[in-house]
């Protein structure tokens, strides 16, 4: 530091002085207002971006809410869909339960009025059968205990004594 000072020229420092003058009022001069106002376009860009980023996020939780309100909606629209056709499909089977239990009674009615139909076709069947076959019987033994004398007088005899008991 001495020899700074003991070497010290006072026309060496005027000349630095003129040129650091010089610098300073070119560089105000030609390149200060183009570093500031780039200065100030990368502020106004950083705040726009701080801007953009604040909208975008309000607009993300935004459409998150309705997101949430929209998927609760769907779900209580589907669980009230699946409730409706639980309650369709329980109301199908027991339409389906009680057609069928019609269905099946009045085929059994249907069907114990043919069995009682068939019995009594049967029962008249039976019934022409068995007289014709009495008949017949009674016919033959008509003949045979009526192809003699005796016999004939013998029965003639005895539904005589049937008639007065009576």
Same mark, same amino acid.
Request: glycine share 2%.
């Given at each position: 530091?001495?020899?700074?000072?003991?070497?010290?020229?006072?026309?060496?420092?005027?000349?630095?002085?003129?040129?650091?003058?010089?610098?300073?009022?070119?560089?105000?001069?030609?390149?200060?207002?183009?570093?500031?106002? =780039?200065? &100030?376009?990368? @502020?106004?860009? %950083?705040? *726009? +971006?701080?801007?953009? $980023?604040?909208?975008?996020?309000?607009? /993300?939780?935004?459409?998150?809410?309705?997101?949430?309100?929209?998927?609760?909606?769907?779900?209580?629209?589907?669980?009230?869909?699946?409730?409706? =056709?639980? &309650?369709?499909? @329980?109301?199908? %089977?027991? *339409? +389906?339960?009680?057609? $069928?239990?019609?269905?099946?009674?009045? /085929?059994?009615?249907?069907?114990?009025?043919?069995?009682?139909?068939?019995?009594?076709?049967?029962?008249?069947?039976?019934?022409?059968?068995?007289?014709?076959?009495?008949?017949?019987?009674?016919?033959?033994?008509?003949?045979?205990?009526? $192809?003699?004398?005796?016999?004939?007088?013998?029965?003639?005899?005895?539904?005589?004594?049937?008639?007065?008991?009576?």
């Amino acid at each position: 530091m001495e020899k700074l000072l003991d070497q010290f020229s006072y026309g060496l420092f005027f000349w630095q002085l003129i040129i650091l003058v010089v610098l300073i009022v070119l560089l105000a001069k030609f390149a200060w207002k183009p570093i500031l106002s =780039a200065l &100030e376009a990368r @502020e106004d860009g %950083i705040r *726009d +971006a701080i801007a953009s $980023a604040e909208n975008a996020r309000k607009e /993300m939780q935004a459409l998150q809410a309705d997101n949430q309100r929209i998927l609760q909606e769907a779900r209580s629209e589907r669980d009230a869909m699946l409730k409706e =056709a639980r &309650e369709m499909k @329980e109301k199908m %089977i027991a *339409d +389906a339960k009680n057609e $069928a239990q019609a269905e099946g009674l009045k /085929m059994i009615n249907q069907a114990k009025a043919a069995i009682e139909n068939e019995k009594n076709v049967a029962m008249a069947e039976l019934k022409s059968h068995v007289s014709s076959l009495s008949l017949s019987i009674a016919e033959k033994l008509l003949k045979e205990e009526l $192809a003699n004398k005796d016999s004939q007088t013998k029965l003639v005899e005895k539904m005589l004594g049937e008639v007065k008991l009576n």
